[in-house]
């Protein structure tokens, strides 16, 4: 097992030469930190809990993922990690495009203080200056 020196070291290297990568493991630790917070999994502190994941043939060319339940609840962690950023991105890209598209489409500028308004405006919603059609 890696010693806790051993493992700072690395963790310092990762964040400092891949710093996406990092962002994503050290979101899947917050993530594991939640679940295993609870008493029920009744690690100790500095006790390591091995991870096993064993792939099954079965007839035919089917098989099964067999996962002791310490793998299953990392493996969902994982899942839960990249289901969280996906949602949290594409939230964050839906909203700036549609900002994007009002203020490219639907809206003009007030000339006194710059605030955005609807097209058929005639009062600036800021400041409430008549507003100039261009």
Known sequence: MPTEESRKSFINWF???HPREYYFFSAIESNIKKI???NHFGLHEG???PISLNIKKLEGNKYHLAADPVAALFLGTICKTIIDENSNNTEAIISDRIQQE????????CNDCDAMNMTNAKYCNQCGKNLEIN
């Open 15 to 17: 964040k400092k030469h």
């Open 36 to 38: 295993h917070s609870s």
């Open 47 to 49: 006790e390591y809990a």
């Open 102 to 109: 009002f203020e490219n489409r639907l809206s003009m500028k």
